[in-house]
């Protein structure tokens, strides 16, 4: 158990839904990170927060979003969702808003699996 | 352009055979070089990190990667991997310059017997 806790596991949906994926991050740390996992794309960045701020947007598209909380978990929001939205989505946590280093490692968590039929 | 190129996508071995898996990077500014490795159906695990210093690192599971910076590469190397070495391994590189992880497309390594 790395200490970062995403639910659901698994999830299966239809074109044109929302989803909404959660993520804890480990106790103590302030990041969140969201990577999107597909065998096309690989690993993809998506956004991160500190601390309730958004911090580094990568490639997320605009149907997606999301948010840190008070109490550090976030949130990935997908909508009006397409078949190519199926993937792993990946959230990580780290202690700080620093670029990922030594003292900044990403701990990740196992993962969200979103199948869009 | 790529910024983490991982040369190999499938890597099989056999059972205590050596492994090395190759990593290339490009960047204009320092770097912090990682290694993390997923199980089937399970999260990424960190193997080991390059921070500075001694360019040889030992990771966990008798991992160990070689910085080059010359021919910016991060090569992880394994002397003999078992069964449970199966799984994909993926280089990552953080820039000073940049708060994202940037990660190489994986590389499957299948162990058998």
């Known amino acids: 158990d790395s200490g970062v806790t995403q639910t659901p596991k698994h999830l299966i949906t239809a074109t044109g839904q929302r989803v909404t994926l959660r993520c804890s991050p480990r106790?103590?740390?302030?990041?969140v990170y969201w990577y999107q996992q597909s065998l096309d794309q690989g690993l993809q960045f998506l956004i991160q927060?500190?601390?309730?701020?958004?911090?580094a947007k990568g490639n997320i598209l605009e149907r997606f979003s999301a948010q840190q909380f008070p109490d550090l978990h976030s949130e990935l929001n997908l909508s009006s969702l397409e078949l190519g939205d199926s993937a792993l989505y990946f959230c990580?946590?780290?202690?700080?808003?620093?670029?990922?280093?030594?003292?900044?490692?990403?701990?990740f968590g196992a993962g969200s699996r979103l199948t869009v039929l | 352009a790529q910024s983490v190129t991982q040369l190999d996508s499938q890597v099989p071995v056999f059972e205590e055979a050596p492994v090395e898996l190759r990593c290339n990077y490009s960047?204009?500014?320092?770097?912090?070089l990682f290694w993390y490795v997923q199980y089937p159906n399970q999260g990424l695990q960190l193997l080991l990190k390059?921070?500075?210093?001694?360019?040889l690192v030992k990771g966990i599971n008798g991992f160990e990667a070689e910085f080059n910076k010359s021919q910016t590469s991060f090569h992880l190397r394994k002397p003999s991997v078992h069964i449970s070495d199966t799984a994909e391994y993926f280089c990552?590189?953080?820039?000073?310059?940049?708060?994202?992880?940037?990660f190489g497309a994986g590389t499957t390594v299948t162990v058998r017997a």
């Open positions: 927060y500190y601390n309730g701020e958004e911090r």
């Open positions: 390059y921070l500075s210093g001694s360019t």
């Open positions: 990552a590189v953080s820039r000073s310059n940049d708060y994202k992880l940037s």
């Open positions: 990580a946590s780290s202690p700080s808003g620093t670029s990922p280093s030594g003292a900044n490692v990403l701990t």
């Open positions: 106790s103590g740390d302030l990041s």
């Open positions: 960047s204009s500014v320092s770097v912090y």
